[in-house]
């Protein structure tokens, strides 16, 4: 088998929720093109052993991003790229979700984002360097059921927003707004997924365009690219969206 081409050498990479899904698919990809990449995650397998090195955690935990940050840069001798990947989903009726539920979501879907763009700050503004947000289509457009999920998601964009205006020409931002995908995500969010449309898509896909994204320090990333279209008409035309959102919620799908 033709060995991968190495088309990052060096790249100093730190990534989050990297122990299953989008984020070992990414970092284990990231790895094979020469990038060093240190991993954060609740479990390892074999894939680990293509790391740089690897940090058991958990980022809801008070200070676990700076302490993530710590052990990164210690083991790289500094951060060039940081992908923020861990998160999990709650599909139901918004209504139904207790305050823990609640809770967590937003602790991990949106507060370790935050927490770990202000740790990983000082460092990628030393090195020029680039954070990547992996966000979702539902934060683009809101997704009934995933009312919660929708938000954090939508806090990303914020963020992502607000960061790529403060750090403007010093380092670089870059949102991953992927549609359905399918990995363990699915078996952890209350209820599997059930809409006949849009087919979830490989995680490698969505690592693939997260790559070319790190390659070319490009803002947004939409997997596929209609997920950022639905984003873009219901920028523009919000009413009509909701209108042929509702339309296609009644009708199942």
């Given amino acids: 088998m033709k060995p991968p081409t190495i088309l990052l050498p060096g790249l100093r990479v730190l990534v989050t929720g990297a122990s299953s899904g989008i984020g070992a698919t990414l970092a284990t990809m990231l790895a094979f093109?020469?990038?060093?990449?240190f991993g954060a995650g609740r479990q390892f397998s074999g894939l680990a052993a293509?790391?740089?090195?690897?940090?058991?955690?958990?980022?809801?935990a008070a200070g676990a991003n700076d302490e993530i940050v710590a052990a990164a840069t210690a083991n790289l001798g500094g951060l060039d790229v940081v992908v923020a990947n861990a998160?999990?989903?709650?599909?139901?009726?918004?209504?139904?979700?207790?305050?823990?539920?609640?809770?967590?979501?937003?602790?991990l879907d949106f507060r370790a984002?935050?927490?770990?763009?202000?740790?990983?700050?000082?460092?990628?503004?030393?090195?020029?360097?680039?954070?990547?947000?992996?966000?979702?289509?539902?934060?683009?457009?809101?997704?009934?059921?995933?009312?919660?999920?929708?938000a954090c998601k939508a806090g990303l964009k914020g963020l992502a927003d607000g960061l790529r205006?403060?750090?403007?020409?010093?380092?670089?931002?870059?949102?991953?707004?992927?549609?359905?995908?399918?990995?363990?995500?699915?078996?952890?969010r209350n209820k599997p997924y059930t809409?006949?449309?849009?087919?979830?898509?490989?995680?490698?896909?969505?690592?693939?365009?997260?790559?070319r994204a790190i390659e070319t320090r490009r803002a947004d990333v939409?997997?596929?690219?209609?997920?950022?279209?639905?984003?873009?008409?219901?920028?523009?035309w919000p009413e009509l969206y909701r209108v042929l959102a509702g339309a296609n919620a009644r009708l199942g799908n």
């Fill in 113 to 150: 984002q935050l927490q770990l763009a202000r740790a990983a700050g000082p460092s990628l503004l030393a090195s020029a360097g680039h954070f990547v947000l992996m966000g979702s289509v539902a934060g683009l457009v809101g997704v009934p059921e995933e009312v919660a999920y929708s």
């Fill in 50 to 60: 293509a790391l740089s090195g690897t940090v058991l955690a958990d980022v809801t």
């Fill in 165 to 188: 205006s403060e750090w403007s020409g010093r380092a670089a931002v870059t949102l991953v707004s992927p549609g359905p995908v399918a990995t363990p995500f699915f078996s952890r």
């Fill in 222 to 236: 939409a997997v596929p690219a209609w997920v950022g279209l639905v984003g873009r008409f219901n920028g523009a």
């Fill in 33 to 37: 093109r020469g990038a060093r990449v």
């Fill in 87 to 107: 998160g999990a989903g709650w599909s139901g009726a918004f209504e139904d979700m207790s305050a823990a539920d609640v809770d967590y979501l937003v602790d």
């Fill in 195 to 211: 809409r006949s449309w849009p087919r979830p898509v490989p995680a490698a896909r969505v690592a693939q365009a997260t790559v």
